[in-house]
C-alpha cells in the first residue's frame, strides 16, 4: 500500500510536462483553435477531451475523443491537434496527454 502511495506522490513526466508548458498550450491551442463553420452557424458550444500521444519531436500521433459534447466539435478538436503537430513545446520524452478544449462563441 505505501508503494503505491509513494507513485502518486510523485509526479509523472505527463504532469511535469503539463506544469510546465500550461500557459503555453493553452495559447496555441486558442490561437488554433479550428471551430467547424457548421457548429458556428448554428450556434453550437461544448467541450471535448481529447487523449493524444506527444512525440519527443513534439507530433501529435493516436488522437482520441474521450468525451465531446457534439460530433461536429470532436471533428474541430482533432483538426486543431492535428494543425498543431510539431508545433507543440517537445517533451523529454513521449508523452500521452488529455487536454480539454473547449468551443464558446462569447
Same mark, same amino acid.
Given at each position: ?8 506522490? /510523485? ?10 508548458? @500550461? ?7 486558442? +490561437? !488554433? #483553435? ?26 501529435? /500521433?493516436d488522437s ?8 461536429? @466539435?470532436?471533428?474541430g478538436a482533432?483538426?486543431?491537434? +492535428? !494543425? #498543431? ?15 480539454p478544449i ?5
Open positions: 500500500m505505501e508503494k503505491q502511495q509513494q507513485k502518486r506522490d /510523485i509526479e509523472s513526466p505527463e504532469d511535469r510536462y503539463i506544469n510546465r508548458h @500550461l500557459a503555453e498550450i493553452v495559447q496555441l491551442l486558442q +490561437e !488554433n #483553435l479550428y471551430y467547424p463553420r457548421r457548429a458556428r452557424k448554428q450556434g453550437v458550444e461544448g467541450k471535448v477531451v481529447v487523449k493524444f500521444t506527444l512525440t519527443q519531436d513534439a507530433e501529435v /500521433i482520441k475523443i474521450l468525451s465531446s459534447s457534439d460530433e461536429i @466539435l470532436s471533428r482533432l483538426r486543431t491537434l +492535428e !494543425n #498543431l503537430s510539431g508545433e507543440f513545446p517537445k517533451p523529454d520524452e513521449k508523452l500521452i496527454l488529455t487536454v473547449s468551443y464558446s462563441l462569447h
